[in-house]
């Protein structure tokens, strides 16, 4: 590839491309004496100011080396007329140009001069038409008036000849005008697709009496309706693409003569214009041309499938019988709006969505910006989609035409705004693009090409200019990747979205909410105070603010899902009260209606428990942990432990550091309630790190116990640390906390109070009263700092298992303990201890302590025969004093029949025996221990299986009470709303089922601790 030469060099000025020599020569040849006479190439400039004008019109063009053959081709084209076919115009001084009508009039008419040229740029099929025909460019000049030729579609069939050829020419001059109009920036892409919608109607109902007309005489004109389908009907057609219709006769008698019309009206536009398809109609190309109303009515009854009702969404009369297309429209419309409670209704779309792309050819999936990945299909799936499901209740989504539905169901809360104009803009870029390939050479084409030149012309004529570093095409690649990323990924959010199946679900009249329908609906669902819960869903719907309008897409869905819990009024009410808190956050309502099943797993808990819900209530951002599956899982423990202490670190404040490491705390547990009461909700359960839709929580209850005991560890070492910042008198003082019961078992509840040991060793040199007393200091610093009044749920510190109880001083230092536990320990305190773990502080000082106690809690001896003996009195004791008055021992979770404590007491009586001998028993976990015990040989398996089976349920069941009430309890109901919600959070289906399971594993887990406890 050459340098311009000085001959051409400037030509390059203009757009021309002389690069290499024959290029240039040719230009300057066109433009020179002989050609156009508009370039002196002595001087190396244009003729005059017309010359200069229209060079720089041309420089203008997306192709002007295109554009300049073109215009003189239509220069030629007109001294062939002017001269006759024999006449030659080779020797005219000037060139060709000399006295040219058509150029003459460019210099005239600026208006007409941008029109032509812009045509002539970017059309080599409308320029081919224009040399063709040489008198036909003046229906492009400026009106008298100074405005451009009306470009609305209509056609002027007036003139002699044949009708199919008047059609023809006028077809083709309405699409000039048009697609002058559009390149010259005269009206918008919806503006344009509607112009060529108007002129299909007008080319369908031209060829239509052009059909009837030729009728044989004597035949009566058919009622016969021509309806518009896909972009025609949804007014949104392209330059070149089939026309898809639907023929519709009124009567039985009208069949003979309609598909006549109908077959001949297909002729003639295929003449004229483009090709029509009928394909739409029902049962496709295999069924008749045209059906009848009642035809069409029996089969859309009977055998429509999913995507014909989605056909249906633009259906529109174009031409014929008018008011018979609206009727047949009218008829079929109430079957299109009950296509989406289909049980299969969501799911056929998309999967006709993905059948598009798979029958793409591989190597043009991302060249295609209509079917492939990104594309306009993409956008127009979504839309429709959504269109089918919402359109039920919202009938200002029935529009046809995806632009005004988008805006509808932006307008309707439907869509986000910035997901609804993001859509927008790739929607009118990816037609756009259309728009210019098909224009180019007016044919039906959807793919970017990959030819340089191609891309280039391309480039230019949607506007792209080169910038410093990047070049035409390079920008237009940019914007082109950056829309259909965000097409792909909108497509996916939309199309895909959780809520839509469960909109689908609801009935049509459970979708409108006005007030006596919501009432009755409400008394259907089981609501006890439907009145009441009308009141707050007028409340949350009440008005036209957008907040209202995505309440009433939600709230059909979600009272559903309240309707399933045993108390429906009380979700709905948890509802209210979130809403009320987060209505105004712009993030609410959107993370609801957009991010997967957020909505119903809100719903989900906030009729199930009320525990989640009051700590939803004192923090609704939290809700955003709903959306992640991956914040529905516990936080390691050593993330826990840096989060808290961080979050303690960075206030000076020892109250307002404490009040942050509860604020996590809460949190936290908000977090595994959540998991909890979602692990048995089906689809809606949290997913596992490996996808599987199963999370640790009520169903493996060990976990939640471990989770919640990490929770309180993590909340203990940074109260601690916040607790010595504020006593620092003996920074070298070394403190531990030594947990013990459930949470040292790691089987704490969501209400559990951390039962600890205070353990110091004083400095070297300090004095033990001097350490006792600032250790003394810590510790209570630490209780009143957890204990402060506040909204996050308390955290009772209880030290009450010490030595000598509350009698004895709060903490002791190791020689102390060593000394209390090898002089006075009884053999409750070494049961006791069995549960002992170091939770936090120094670390050596904990271990040291475990390892002090181990002679204490695991005898190398075992136990004597007085104190087996001791622990079954003790055993009985607590069964007949702490067991409640009024409770049922067989329902009791903790001191009942086969419960907690009979395990456990068992469990612990095992290891007392035998874990001086066995070091597999030493561990301070329930379960863990059984186990061991089992596999030793030191019970019995089926007593080990049913002790494990009634310790698990019965920790399963007060964990779920504990859900369901929001306080403490220990009690399990035989009937009533709250055995009810126990039984739902647990997965079972029926009450009085759960309830007669519950019964049979705690009296074989009875059985079997008996069998430990009396061996």
């Known amino acids: 590839m050459g340098r311009p030469t000085s001959a051409t060099g400037r030509l390059a000025r203009y757009g021309f491309d002389v690069a290499d020599s024959d290029g240039g020569s040719r230009a300057a040849d066109l433009l020179g004496p002989t050609g156009l006479d508009l370039w002196r190439p002595q001087t190396q400039e244009p003729t005059g100011e017309p010359a200069q004008e229209l060079l720089t019109a041309l420089s203008r063009a997306a192709d002007p080396d295109l554009a300049l053959r073109q215009l003189h081709r239509l220069v030629e084209a007109e001294r062939r007329v002017q001269t006759g076919p024999n006449g030659s115009a080779a020797g005219a001084p000037g060139g060709i140009g000399a006295g040219s009508t058509v150029l003459a009039a460019l210099h005239d008419d600026p208006g007409l001069r941008r029109r032509v040229i812009a045509v002539l740029g970017a059309s080599s099929a409308l320029g081919d038409h224009l040399v063709a025909n040489p008198d036909q460019w003046t229906v492009l000049r400026t009106e008298p008036d100074g405005l451009a030729p009306t470009a609305d579609g209509r056609l002027d069939v007036t003139g002699d000849g044949k009708p199919v050829a008047v059609l023809r020419r006028a077809y083709r001059l309405a699409l000039l005008r048009i697609a002058a109009t559009d390149l010259t920036g005269g009206r918008g892409l919806e503006q344009t697709m509607a112009a060529l919608s108007a002129l299909a109607d007008a080319t369908l109902s031209a060829a239509y009496r052009i059909a009837v007309d030729e009728l044989p005489e004597g035949t009566a004109e058919p009622r016969l309706a021509v309806v518009a389908m896909g972009k025609c009907g949804g007014g949104e057609l392209n330059y070149v693409s089939d026309v898809d219709v639907i023929f519709v006769a009124a009567e039985d008698e009208d069949l003979a003569a309609a598909t006549t019309v109908a077959t001949r009206l297909i002729h003639i536009c295929g003449l004229v214009a483009w090709p029509v398809d009928a394909a739409l109609r029902p049962e496709g190309n295999r069924g008749p041309l045209v059906r009848t109303l009642a035809s069409h009515l029996a089969y859309y009854r009977r055998w429509a499938?999913?995507?014909?009702?989605?056909?249906?969404?633009?259906?529109?009369?174009?031409?014929?019988?008018?008011?018979?297309?609206?009727?047949?429209?009218?008829?079929?419309?109430?079957?299109?709006?009950?296509?989406?409670?289909?049980?299969?209704?969501?799911?056929?779309?998309?999967?006709?969505?993905?059948?598009?792309?798979?029958?793409?050819?591989?190597?043009?999936?991302?060249?295609?910006?209509?079917?492939?990945?990104?594309?306009?299909?993409?956008?127009?799936?979504?839309?429709?989609?959504?269109?089918?499901?919402?359109?039920?209740?919202?009938?200002?989504?029935?529009?046809?035409?995806?632009?005004?539905?988008?805006?509808?169901?932006?307008?309707?809360?439907?869509?986000?705004?910035?997901?609804?104009?993001?859509?927008?803009?790739?929607?009118?870029?990816?037609?756009?693009?259309?728009?210019?390939?098909?224009?180019?050479?007016?044919?039906?084409?959807?793919?970017?090409?990959?030819?340089?030149?191609?891309?280039?012309?391309?480039?230019?004529?949607?506007?792209?200019?080169?910038?410093?570093?990047?070049?035409?095409?390079?920008?237009?690649?940019?914007?082109?990747?950056?829309?259909?990323?965000?097409?792909?990924?909108?497509?996916?959010?939309?199309?895909?979205?959780?809520?839509?199946?469960?909109?689908?679900?609801?009935?049509?009249?459970?979708?409108?909410?006005?007030?006596?329908?919501?009432?009755?609906?409400?008394?259907?669902?089981?609501?006890?105070?439907?009145?009441?819960?009308?009141?707050?869903?007028?409340?949350?719907?009440?008005?036209?603010?957008?907040?209202?309008?995505?309440?009433?897409?939600?709230?059909?869905?979600?009272?559903?899902?309240?309707?399933?819990?045993?108390?429906?009024?009380?979700?709905?009410?948890?509802?209210?009260?979130?809403?009320?808190?987060?209505?105004?956050?712009?993030?609410?309502?959107?993370?609801?209606?957009?991010?997967?099943?957020?909505?119903?797993?809100?719903?989900?808990?906030?009729?199930?428990?009320?525990?989640?819900?009051?700590?939803?209530?004192?923090?609704?951002?939290?809700?955003?942990?709903?959306?992640?599956?991956?914040?529905?899982?516990?936080?390691?423990?050593?993330?826990?432990?840096?989060g808290f202490a961080a979050a303690a670190d960075r206030h000076t404040d020892p109250v307002e550091a404490t009040r942050a490491v509860r604020a996590l705390r809460r949190r936290e547990l908000l977090r595994l309630a959540c998991a909890d009461v979602l692990s048995r909700a089906g689809s809606l359960a949290p997913t596992r790190g490996d996808g599987e839709r199963a999370t640790p929580g009520l169903t493996d209850i060990t976990a939640v116990g471990t989770a919640l005991s990490d929770v309180t560890d993590a909340t203990l070492a940074a109260a601690l640390r916040t607790a010595r910042a504020a006593q620092p008198s003996m920074p070298d003082l070394k403190f531990a906390v030594i947990g013990m019961g459930r949470l040292g078992g790691y089987e704490s509840n969501y209400l559990s109070d951390a039962d600890v040991l205070f353990v110091y060793e004083p400095p070297e040199g300090v004095s033990e009263s001097a350490a006792s007393a600032a250790a003394q200091a810590i510790a209570e610093e630490l209780r009143r700092l957890l204990g402060m009044p506040a909204p996050d749920p308390p955290l009772g510190v209880d030290a009450d298992l010490r030595p000598e109880g509350r009698q004895g001083p709060l903490v002791r230092s190791l020689a102390a303990y060593q000394q209390y536990y090898a002089r006075w320990s009884r053999v409750w305190e070494a049961q006791a201890l069995l549960r002992a773990r170091c939770v936090c502080g120094d670390a050596d000082l904990g271990t040291r302590f475990e390892q002090m106690v181990d002679p204490v809690r695991y005898p190398a001896d075992g136990l004597t025969r007085e104190q087996i003996i001791e622990i079954r009195r003790i055993k009985a004791r607590v069964e007949t004093e702490r067991l409640p008055r009024g409770a049922d021992p067989a329902t009791h979770t903790k001191l009942g029949r086969g419960g907690l404590a009979d395990v456990e007491w068992a469990v612990q009586l095992l290891q007392l025996r035998h874990a001086g001998a066995y070091p597999a028993l030493r561990g301070t976990r329930t379960l863990d221990a059984l186990t061991a015990a089992r596999d030793l040989g030191l019970i019995d398996p089926a007593d080990a299986e049913a002790m494990a089976a009634g310790w698990t349920l019965a920790a399963q069941v007060r964990n779920a009470l504990m859900l369901v009430r929001g306080r403490a309890g220990d009690q399990l109901p035989r009937h009533g709303v709250e055995l009810a919600g126990v039984v739902r959070l647990l997965g079972a289906d029926d009450p009085g089922e759960f309830l007669d399971e519950y019964l049979r594993t705690g009296r074989r887990s009875r059985t079997a601790a008996e069998h430990v406890l009396e061996s």
């Open 305 to 642: 499938r999913t995507w014909e009702f989605q056909a249906l969404l633009k259906a529109r009369p174009a031409a014929g019988d008018l008011a018979l297309g609206q009727e047949w429209i009218d008829m079929l419309a109430p079957l299109v709006w009950q296509a989406a409670e289909r049980p299969e209704a969501v799911e056929d779309v998309r999967a006709m969505r993905r059948k598009i792309i798979d029958h793409i050819p591989p190597k043009e999936q991302e060249r295609e910006i209509k079917r492939g990945p990104g594309g306009l299909r993409d956008i127009e799936f979504a839309v429709q989609l959504l269109q089918l499901v919402h359109g039920r209740g919202d009938e200002s989504l029935r529009a046809p035409g995806t632009i005004p539905a988008l805006r509808a169901l932006v307008t309707g809360g439907y869509v986000g705004r910035a997901d609804g104009e993001a859509l927008l803009r790739g929607y009118r870029f990816l037609r756009g693009v259309e728009h210019r390939l098909q224009l180019q050479g007016l044919r039906r084409t959807h793919t970017v090409p990959t030819d340089p030149g191609a891309l280039r012309w391309l480039a230019a004529a949607l506007g792209y200019t080169a910038s410093p570093g990047r070049s035409a095409v390079e920008a237009f690649r940019a914007e082109w990747v950056t829309h259909a990323t965000e097409v792909r990924r909108l497509h996916a959010k939309l199309l895909y979205r959780p809520l839509l199946e469960s909109v689908a679900r609801v009935p049509a009249d459970g979708l409108r909410l006005t007030p006596q329908a919501a009432r009755n609906r409400l008394e259907i669902l089981g609501f006890a105070d439907p009145a009441g819960a009308l009141r707050h869903l007028q409340a949350l719907t009440g008005g036209v603010s957008r907040t209202a309008a995505i309440q009433r897409t939600l709230l059909p869905v979600l009272l559903s899902e309240f309707a399933d819990a045993p108390e429906p009024d009380r979700g709905l009410l948890n509802y209210r009260q979130v809403s009320d808190s987060l209505g105004s956050s712009p993030w609410y309502l959107r993370l609801l209606r957009d991010s997967g099943p957020v909505a119903r797993r809100l719903a989900r808990v906030l009729s199930s428990s009320r525990y989640a819900a009051d700590l939803l209530a004192r923090e609704p951002e939290a809700l955003r942990l709903l959306a992640e599956e991956t914040e529905l899982r516990p936080r390691p423990r050593a993330v826990l432990f840096d």
